[in-house]
């Protein structure tokens, strides 16, 4: 802790909530010690902040405990003193799902609990605590020529497993495999009260989960809830040899409509671990942001990726020279990558994903976007500023494969309308598209504007990229204008009966539920977290956390 925390710690309040959270503050610098608890207020405002918003309130402390049994005595100790605890993992969300809502609240930080526990290569299982990254953990499997089928979405540098199994994800594996709860073996949860749940089958010793489903799905209870029925400390994920054979192919299309109705053929077919989807909104921004440095990054990596040096060189050549002029302007690029057991059988999949684009009046391109994906999967998350160090902020809708084309044409048509508002205020836009098992695709418009960056930014982006980028002015005018278009967007999402992951404080998630299916879901919040203090207000339920009697 810093001096000057500690100055401050002790303090004595006058006030009765005062000294109510100088009691809290210490009673938690006993659990977990001096290092894990925070009260500077640079740390505070840090985890009153997600990417996209910055709360009205403050969070009280910032508190990180590094265990089970720690977690567990935290969150005991934070609802019994009427507090609301906020959990956060690497923070790299943009629907206000973990800033504080009320006066009194605890931000958790998850980062200690950040170990891979155990990988047991006889039942195919690995258990990390929930503050683990994606990116952490693929680095411990890759050696033993392991993965998870799901192995994480492209923030995950940063981005921990346990937020991802609380927002859901989309992205790696997830062609094959699914969002990220897809690939859930067990968990073990600790509630707001300090009990502790444990999920699944769990072996002899009560202590070796390797099957999730005995019984009803309490796993999938506790994914995708926004992290308002338990926090997540430990998670047991599956285990699959890494395939042997990747192959890449990319293809551009003249409309969106040609793009999507390719995609969801790409989707029902099952050809691609994962695809991504770039409109030429987009294209322009990531050809603009591309720096010579990266550039050099990533050369390195596609030519360490290749087993074979010469063909690792001579990608990476094509790459320099081929540059990303490849892509027109007005062009909207899909870029797939095949795995599998055989070179015969990627080979199959890549050709079945021509015969599609070809039927859709698709152009092969140069497979660089595809190559790079996979040869740096987790890269810096400065793609979280445009690049005049614009502000960035995404929405998106997971629609029915049937239904993609014309929810494309639906926000098209919003765009065009709100288009001359845009243009005043410097706001533009761009799409990222994806696909999810074979049942979904993902509709991910994507917002640029001239704003200040605040502080979680500056915390996440790397040192070097912001150095690079100019400082803009605030600029609430064209900030309301995003808000206001990402709220149309969610409306017409809701018209076409779209799903949505990161559903936090953003998406009408309690709107599109029956009764039935809402008071169940009540149920679980009151028989769980009684006192609503995880994350009030998250999922669309009731804000007020009400201290227990
Ligand atoms: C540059 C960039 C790229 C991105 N790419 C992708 C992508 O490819 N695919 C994708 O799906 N998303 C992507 N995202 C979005 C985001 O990173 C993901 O949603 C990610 O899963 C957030 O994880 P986190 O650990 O940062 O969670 P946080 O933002 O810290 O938290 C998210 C939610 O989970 C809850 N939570 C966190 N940890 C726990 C826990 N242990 N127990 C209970 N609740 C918990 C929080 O309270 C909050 O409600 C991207 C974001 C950025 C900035």
Same mark, same amino acid.
């Given at each position: ?64 405990p ?5 977690l567990?005595?935290v969150a ?9 605890i906020a959990p956060r993992g690497?923070g ?5 799902a973990y ?7 605890v931000s958790l930080d998850m980062?200690?609990m ?16 929930a503050g ?28 921990t497993?346990g937020g @991802?199994?609380s927002? /859901?994800? %989309? +992205? ?5 495999? =699914?969002? *990220? #709860? &897809? ?7 600790v509630?707001s ?32 809830d926004a992290g308002v029925?338990g926090i997540k400390a ?21 409309? @969106?409509?040609?793009? /999507?109705? %390719? +995609? ?5 077919? =099952?050809? *691609? #671990? &994962? ?86 009046? =698709?152009?092969?391109? &140069? ?166 203090a995880l994350n009030?207000?998250g ?11």
């Amino acid at each position: 802790m810093a001096a000057a925390d500690i100055t401050e710690l002790q303090r004595p309040s006058t006030t009765a909530e005062g000294q109510a959270r100088e009691a809290l503050t210490a009673m938690l610098v006993q659990i977990v010690g001096p290092a894990g608890v925070s009260v500077d207020l640079d740390q505070r405002r840090l985890h009153s902040q997600d990417v996209w918003s910055v709360a009205d309130q403050t969070v009280e402390l910032v508190v990180a405990p590094g265990s089970v049994d720690e977690l567990s005595r935290v969150a005991a100790a934070v609802s019994a003193a009427g507090f609301a605890i906020a959990p956060r993992g690497g923070g790299m969300s943009y629907t206000s799902a973990y800033i504080p809502t009320v006066d009194k609240t605890v931000s958790l930080d998850m980062s200690r609990m950040n170990r891979v526990l155990r990988v047991n290569a006889d039942d195919m299982t690995v258990t990390v605590e929930a503050g683990c990254t994606w990116a952490a953990l693929d680095a411990a499997l890759a050696p033993l020529g392991l993965r998870t089928p799901f192995w994480g979405p492209m923030s995950g540098l940063t981005s921990t497993i346990g937020g @991802g199994l609380s927002q /859901l994800n %989309a +992205m790696f594996g997830a062609g094959h495999y =699914g969002t *990220s #709860s &897809e690939s859930v073996v067990a968990l073990t949860v600790v509630l707001s009260d300090g009990r502790t749940l444990r999920t699944g089958a769990r072996g002899p010793d009560g202590d070796t989960p390797f099957y999730r489903h005995y019984g009803p799905d309490l796993a999938g209870l506790f994914c995708g809830d926004a992290g308002v029925f338990g926090i997540k400390a430990q998670v047991t994920l599956r285990l699959m040899r890494r395939p042997q054979h990747e192959g890449y192919v990319s293809f551009a299309f003249s409309t @969106g409509e040609a793009l /999507l109705t %390719a +995609m969801a053929e790409f989707t029902r077919a =099952g050809l *691609s #671990s &994962e695809m991504c989807a770039f409109d030429p909104g987009l294209t322009k921004v990531r050809m603009k942001r591309a720096s010579l440095a990266t550039d050099v990054k990533t050369l390195g990596a596609v030519i360490a990726k290749d087993k074979n040096l010469v063909s690792g060189l001579f990608s990476a050549a094509k790459i320099a020279m081929g540059g990303r002029d490849y892509i027109e302007a007005e062009e909207y690029s899909v870029h797939l990558i095949a795995e599998g057991r055989s070179k015969a059988g990627v080979a199959e999949d890549l050709d079945a994903a021509r015969a599609i684009a070809a039927a859709q009046g =698709g152009r092969e391109i &140069e497979n660089t976007i595809a190559k790079v994906i996979r040869a740096n999967p987790f890269p810096p998350l400065n793609s979280m500023l445009g690049p005049e160090g614009e502000r960035w902020a995404p929405v998106h809708g997971v629609v029915s494969l049937s239904q993609g084309p014309a929810l494309f044409a639906a926000l098209q048509a919003l765009f065009a309308e709100m288009g001359p508002a845009f243009e005043q205020q410097g706001v533009y836009t761009g799409y990222l598209f994806t696909a999810m098992s074979t049942n979904a695709l993902i509709i991910e418009p994507v917002f640029y504007w001239p704003e200040a960056r605040h502080a979680l930014i500056d915390a996440a982006v790397e040192p070097q990229h912001l150095a690079r980028l100019p400082t803009l002015p605030e600029n609430p005018a064209a900030t309301a204008l995003v808000a206001e278009a990402r709220r149309r967007v969610i409306e017409i999402c809701s018209a076409f009966g779209c799903g949505h992951f990161q559903i936090g404080r953003a998406y009408p998630y309690r709107e599109s539920r029956d009764e039935a299916a809402w008071s169940l879901i009540e149920a679980v919040k009151a028989t769980l977290d009684p006192a609503g203090a995880l994350n009030p207000g998250g999922l669309g339920l009731t804000a007020t956390p009400t201290r227990p009697a």
